[in-house]
């Protein structure tokens, strides 16, 4: 069967102030970002800006059935490392684009106070002192009193009970003074006498070492998120978290700084979850517009992953308000750059890209669905082509967040009516 390329839309030009300054409009600033190609849909989560139907329509809540639900309070990591907190039902947007969660419960209790006798002190005094990650004056600062053994841990009553194989815990931490050469970041059941996941961090490297332990600098701070993870964790059992735990001689005086502790039922950290008395849950975060589109079309997401979920990562999807009638763009259980349709319950696809989508990396993937044609594009680089593709019926939703989120940043989306070319979907991913 031939296939029918549809044209590139021609622009509209009008002054409006936008995306990269001048007299541009905002339909000239998008078509430049998709490598000259046009788009119908815009949404642009950096920048606070939309284009929907062709129509300047001003910010991201303006575009037509702008829909978003996330029933509690969430931290976003800007660009700089900065956390910034958003209250119930407020999008997460900022230098990044919009970050996108599923439901996640922080099991660990007084995450924020060290000094609080929930937690286990051994030759350590903590106390409050200086700016945490979120800029508030809540950093506690750990110094060990004399030359002996140091601890500071949460067990028992502190944890509620992990249930599910998978468990992950993380805390933020800073180099202080007079450090020792090393310490101790130590996730494991509380009635072990071993530890499951134990992390050994060189101070003068901020390096970590250790089976299932692992590191992250907060952008261009002296902030770092250690990550402590457990694919094998006894269901039901409760944890135990040792931060900083030193053996053998110490020295006086050595301190360091911790904020923000989490322990999660999980196969990968999620946000931090501020918790006090009792254990917090931060609601998943929805966010959909009306689909206003027929196909044959094409899909553009530009996104950054913040973690490897080990499943699928929903970058966008146009669906029929069920998952019977659909297409999306989506980062695979492997880490590949897809896209699929489904047409009355049948899947058509998928269409991937060879090699992994990095994490903390920005990344843009296109997609052409039409009928007997299914084709991805990521880095400039063609996807695998399916040529015997039924197109689902027409969509009534645009859902950015809907089944499988990405637990990822998700900086501009785009939708183009019509099927357009191979060196279209390269242009848009490419440039």
């Known amino acids: 069967m031939s296939i029918v390329r549809s044209p590139v839309r021609s622009v509209v030009r009008s002054p409006v102030q936008g995306l990269f300054g001048g007299s541009a409009s905002l339909l000239e600033q998008a078509t430049s970002a998709l490598g000259n190609v046009a788009p119908y849909h815009y949404l642009d989560f950096i920048n606070n800006r939309a284009l929907y139907a062709s129509v300047d329509v001003g910010n991201v809540t303006g575009a037509t059935g702008y829909s978003f639900t996330r029933a509690s309070d969430g931290y976003y990591t800007n660009a700089d490392g900065t956390l910034t907190l958003f209250g119930s039902g407020a999008l997460r947007r900022g230098d990044r684009g919009v970050l996108i969660e599923g439901s996640r419960t922080n099991l660990l209790l007084r995450s924020q106070e060290f000094g609080n006798a929930a937690w286990t002190k051994t030759n350590v005094t903590v106390t409050t002192s200086g700016a945490a990650p979120d800029g508030t004056a809540t950093a506690q600062l750990c ?18 009970a992990v249930t599910g194989t998978n468990c992950v815990a993380t805390v933020f931490v800073k180099r202080g003074s007079n450090v020792e050469a090393t310490a101790r970041f130590l996730l494991r059941d509380n009635t072990a006498a071993l530890g499951k996941v134990e992390g050994t961090l060189t101070w003068a490297t901020m390096a970590i070492t250790g089976t299932g332990a692992s590191i992250q600098r907060l952008g261009v701070t002296d902030w770092y998120r250690i990550t402590l993870l457990d694919t094998a964790w006894t269901s039901g059992n409760l944890a135990a978290l040792y931060l900083g735990a030193t053996g053998g001689s110490n020295t006086a005086g050595h301190s360091w700084y911790i904020w923000g502790a989490q322990l999660e ?167």
């Open 265 to 431: 039922a999980a196969s990968f950290p999620s946000s931090y979850i501020p918790t006090v008395a009792a254990s917090a849950t931060r609601a998943a975060d929805v966010l959909t517009y009306t689909a206003g589109v027929t196909y044959p079309l094409q899909l553009w997401s530009e996104f950054e992953r913040a973690v490897d979920t080990g499943s699928f990562e929903n970058l966008l999807m146009l669906d029929d308000g069920s998952s019977v009638n659909r297409a999306l763009l989506y980062v695979g259980s492997t880490d590949l750059a897809s896209a699929d349709a489904r047409a009355a319950g049948v899947s058509q696809g998928p269409s991937a890209v060879s090699g992994a989508v990095a994490i903390n990396t920005v990344t843009k993937l296109a997609a052409r669905i039409e009928t007997n044609d299914l084709r991805t594009a990521r880095g400039g680089t063609l996807g695998t082509q399916d040529t015997s593709v039924t197109l689902p019926s027409s969509p009534t939703r645009m859902a950015i967040s809907v089944d499988s989120p990405s637990f990822g940043y998700i900086r501009r989306i785009a939708v183009i009516q019509g099927a357009g070319t191979d060196a279209q979907l390269q242009s848009m991913t490419g440039n």
């Open 143 to 160: 110094t060990v009193n004399t030359t002996a053994v140091t601890l500071i841990a949460a067990t028992g009553s502190n944890i509620v």
